[in-house]
């Protein structure tokens, strides 16, 4: 099933006059968009926040979560919401496995060391998901329970939007209650801090570092088989501008301040969309206006909209 067009309702602005229901629409649009690139942008802000390390493999992440789902369905014939658990717990995983093969390794080495090792974690998942998926793009399930569309005179609300609202939050809320209202949460923030002397304190860093890559690749394997219900097909190179996206709300919302990741998110997904429907003209320059924000935001406020400068 195709999804609902992104488009501007004709002229969310005429005569300067503003087209209430257009500019309702267009709203609704940019939340549910923004709620993606929060949750993903959530694992981002995690890791660094531990590792002061840019896990660029993430958007890679999400669409091997996306893939799980779809096979989960296809060859194992698993009800769809089996399939998205499932997908989601071995996408989580999938998180831990990487930091132990390839980052627990570098831990100790230069920090550049680290960076090479993220950007060729991200290449072998891309070419590997190629070579085991094919290039082809791949039609993704949607089910019934979010296909629906609601009319409110001339808005529609597709209940995909109101379910990635909803999920947004509960993973949002699950996931700040865990650092916040957790031991291993509060080693978390300590190792954000003070890795050196957590470790003195007997924590155990490889442990914590885990359960954050598990946590952070589980929001994003949610968030990715959102995303593909939005934009019903898969293909192994999705995952690369949703994660640059997800970045982008990371550093806008404050990287390393998970309500900062989830505002970002917010804030891009509604400047994206409303500036498309304010200027249709300028919707091919929707992505560079991602990118845009993220180089005003390390030029005149590099900490980002919540974050604060974190020990190096």
């Known amino acids: 099933m195709g999804a609902i ?6 002229f ?22 923004g709620c993606l690139y929060g949750l993903i942008a959530i694992g981002y802000t995690m890791v660094y926040g531990i590792l002061r390390l840019i896990n660029f493999a993430h958007g890679d992440v999400m669409m091997v979560g996306c893939y799980f789902a779809f ?5 194992f014939t698993l009800p769809w919401w089996a399939s998205f658990l499932v997908a989601i717990l071995l996408t989580a995983l999938l998180g831990v496995l990487i930091d132990r093969g390839a980052y627990r390794p570098v831990r100790n080495a230069p920090r550049i060391s ?34 629906g569309i609601h009319t409110f005179g001339e808005v529609r609300v597709l209940d995909l939007h109101v379910w990635t609202a909803l999920l947004t939050l509960l993973i949002f809320t699950f996931i700040y209650q865990i650092i916040y209202k957790t031991r291993i949460g509060r080693a978390m923030r300590c190792i954000a801090h003070d890795m050196e002397t957590t470790r003195l304190m007997g924590v155990d860093l490889n442990r914590i570092i885990a359960f954050t890559f598990a946590i952070g690749s589980a929001a994003a394997a949610a968030g990715g088989i959102m995303w593909a219900m939005r934009y019903p097909q898969i293909n192994p190179l ?5 994660g640059l996206k997800a ?5 806008l919302g404050g990287i390393g301040n998970v309500s900062g990741a989830m505002l970002g998110g917010l804030l891009l997904g509604l400047i994206e969309i409303l500036l498309v429907a304010a200027r249709p003209d300028l919707a091919g320059y929707r992505d560079a206006l991602a990118f845009g924000i993220l180089i005003l935001i390390l030029l005149f406020r590099p900490t980002g909209l919540m974050g604060e400068r974190l020990p190096e």
């Open 247 to 251: 970045f982008v709300a990371a550093v």
């Open 12 to 33: 969310i602005f005429q005569d300067r006059i503003i087209d209430t229901a257009a500019f309702t629409q267009q709203l609704i649009n940019g939340v549910s968009l």
């Open 71 to 75: 096979y989960g369905m296809l060859l």
């Open 114 to 147: 680290a960076l090479i090792t993220a950007i060729g974690v991200s290449f072998l998942l891309e070419n590997l998901g190629l070579v085991l998926f094919g290039g082809r793009p791949k039609a993704f399930y949607r089910p019934e329970i979010f296909s």
């Open 238 to 242: 999705m995952g690369i501008l949703p």
């Open 5 to 10: 067009s992104e488009s501007p309702l004709p």
